[in-house]
């Protein structure tokens, strides 16, 4: 392939001495060929306990996490695998006994832009040929005889005997996979086509129509668009839900929320309050500056603000999208948190106080922005904004010329 390779090696210590002497002969092999070897060690048992994993999924997913990180890390192109048509039969059957769609009845690809299979095409047997033919020095893993690991179970009680039967069968398989490969990737481009209407982006949010729900194929397309977001199998759970608004569905990475018109998805968020700011107790302190300095940049989850001096007639801003604030509110103490169910303001122009929940429905914004917009509070816990929604009576003015800060919120 006129590459230079670097090897990397994992020793998931699950062999004992075995698992030793595989990481020494790899490391000896390649200080006599002068390759780059890089190694690191798991405790697979004891990870794959702590996940409810098995060992097999568990040194999967260690594995090709550390090779992946090693890539990005020293600028290689690729991670090279050993996989080759037995390995694909085995990985098409134990797709189908797990239950599975296009994709793996396609198995694996030999390059999908990291991770690359050169020999995916080549057959078991014409390796082991070329090895003991040019005296390949190798180590067999002893655990490929263990029929406890599925993957072992197909190959010695499934594949052997079928191919022992009938020859060719492997190839066959692998054959399959290659016209399943070559069908997918033309279903997916008209699924992207058909799916295209349906579907809008506003910055960090996918908004998903609900007439998707009336196309002929919608549990089809809703699966394809969901996929990526790890919420494809709720697919047939989630499409009935436009009917009721509100329901919530979650991955690990993203979740989505059945709204008035749209299937809204956004990614999942760990923490509410972020931000390089002085926090205290999850509050985020407005800290006054000069008007020597630089405006100042503040940042409330994914909530982006500027606080600086107001500029020569200014006027007052009108779409709740910034606020003015004199000197003495300023220096008084101020900071921002995320509104709580019962929050109330009293809103500008209004003599009495009203409910954020109530202000947000008037507003009809969705309950996953509901869940992340930020309050300014003044030091007594009176909240003076509901950010790009609703200011308060307490930020009125006595005169214009008060005014001696503009807080917009930029994101």
Same mark, same amino acid.
């Given at each position: 392939?006129?590459?230079?390779?670097?090897?990397?090696?994992?020793?998931?210590?699950?062999?004992?001495?075995?698992?030793?002497?595989?990481?020494?002969?790899?490391?000896?092999?390649?200080?006599?060929?002068?390759?780059?070897?890089?190694?690191?060690?798991?405790?697979?048992?004891?990870?794959?306990?702590?996940?409810?994993? &098995?060992?097999?999924?568990?040194?999967?997913?260690?594995?090709? &996490?550390?090779?992946?990180?090693?890539?990005?890390?020293?600028?290689?192109?690729?991670?090279?695998?050993?996989?080759?048509?037995?390995?694909?039969?085995?990985?098409?059957?134990?797709?189908?006994?797990?239950?599975?769609?296009?994709?793996?009845?396609?198995?694996?690809?030999?390059?999908?832009?990291?991770?690359?299979?050169?020999?995916?095409?080549?057959?078991?047997?014409?390796?082991?040929?070329?090895?003991?033919?040019?005296?390949?020095?190798?180590?067999?893993?002893?655990?490929?005889?263990?029929?406890?690991?599925?993957?072992?179970?197909?190959?010695?009680?499934?594949?052997?005997?079928?191919?022992?039967?009938?020859?060719?069968?492997?190839?066959?398989?692998?054959?399959?996979?290659?016209?399943?490969?070559?069908?997918?990737?033309?279903?997916?481009?008209?699924?992207?086509?058909?799916?295209?209407?349906?579907?809008?982006?506003?910055?960090?949010?996918?908004?998903?129509?609900?007439?998707?729900?009336?196309?002929? &194929?919608?549990?089809?397309?809703?699966?394809?668009?969901?996929?990526?977001?790890?919420?494809?199998?709720?697919?047939?759970?989630?499409?009935?839900?436009?009917?009721?608004?509100?329901?919530?569905?979650?991955?690990?990475?993203?979740?989505?929320?059945?709204?008035?018109?749209?299937?809204?998805?956004?990614?999942?968020?760990?923490?509410?309050?972020?931000?390089?700011?002085?926090?205290?107790?999850?509050?985020?302190?407005?800290?006054?500056?000069?008007?020597?300095?630089?405006?100042?940049?503040?940042?409330?989850? &994914?909530?982006?603000?500027?606080?600086?001096?107001?500029?020569?007639?200014?006027?007052?801003?009108?779409?709740?999208?910034?606020?003015?604030?004199?000197?003495?509110?300023?220096?008084?103490?101020?900071?921002?948190?995320?509104?709580?169910?019962?929050?109330?303001?009293?809103?500008?122009?209004?003599?009495?106080?009203?409910?954020?929940?109530?202000?947000?429905?008037?507003?009809?914004?969705?309950?996953?922005?509901?869940?992340?917009?930020?309050?300014?509070?003044?030091?007594?816990?009176?909240?003076?904004?509901?950010?790009?929604?609703?200011?308060?009576?307490?930020?009125?003015?006595?005169?214009?010329?008060?005014?001696?800060?503009?807080?917009?919120?930029?994101?």
């Amino acid at each position: 392939l006129n590459y230079r390779p670097a090897v990397a090696h994992v020793n998931f210590q699950l062999r004992g001495k075995d698992s030793e002497g595989d990481e020494t002969f790899v490391r000896d092999f390649c200080a006599e060929k002068s390759l780059r070897f890089f190694s690191t060690r798991f405790d697979t048992q004891k990870e794959a306990e702590k996940e409810g994993e &098995s060992i097999q999924m568990a040194a999967r997913r260690l594995r090709y &996490s550390w090779l992946f990180a090693l890539m990005d890390e020293h600028g290689f192109k690729r991670v090279i695998t050993a996989h080759h048509d037995r390995d694909q039969a085995e990985t098409l059957l134990l797709n189908l006994m797990r239950g599975t769609g296009p994709l793996g009845l396609q198995g694996m690809v030999v390059d999908d832009g990291r991770l690359f299979r050169p020999m995916l095409r080549m057959e078991y047997p014409s390796i082991v040929k070329y090895a003991k033919q040019f005296q390949v020095a190798h180590r067999e893993d002893i655990s490929n005889a263990e029929t406890k690991y599925k993957r072992n179970f197909i190959r010695h009680f499934l594949v052997k005997p079928w191919e022992e039967r009938y020859p060719g069968t492997i190839r066959q398989i692998s054959k399959s996979s290659e016209w399943m490969e070559e069908a997918n990737a033309f279903m997916f481009a008209q699924l992207d086509k058909e799916a295209r209407p349906f579907i809008h982006r506003k910055k960090d949010r996918v908004f998903i129509d609900y007439q998707l729900a009336n196309h002929p &194929s919608a549990n089809l397309l809703m699966r394809h668009i969901l996929k990526e977001y790890g919420l494809a199998e709720q697919a047939a759970f989630i499409l009935p839900e436009h009917s009721r608004p509100g329901a919530i569905f979650s991955s690990k990475t993203h979740a989505l929320l059945a709204d008035r018109e749209h299937w809204i998805i956004r990614r999942s968020r760990r923490s509410t309050v972020d931000g390089q700011q002085s926090t205290v107790n999850g509050k985020i302190i407005l800290t006054p500056i000069t008007h020597n300095q630089e405006p100042e940049s503040i940042s409330v989850g &994914s909530y982006g603000f500027l606080l600086r001096p107001t500029r020569s007639g200014e006027p007052i801003p009108k779409d709740n999208t910034a606020i003015l604030l004199s000197n003495e509110l300023l220096q008084s103490g101020l900071y921002f948190r995320h509104w709580q169910e019962g929050d109330k303001m009293k809103p500008f122009g209004m003599k009495g106080n009203k409910k954020l929940s109530d202000i947000l429905i008037d507003a009809g914004i969705d309950r996953f922005t509901k869940a992340s917009i930020p309050v300014l509070c003044d030091k007594k816990g009176n909240i003076l904004w509901l950010a790009g929604v609703r200011s308060s009576e307490l930020l009125r003015l006595k005169e214009v010329s008060d005014a001696a800060w503009v807080l917009e919120k930029t994101d």
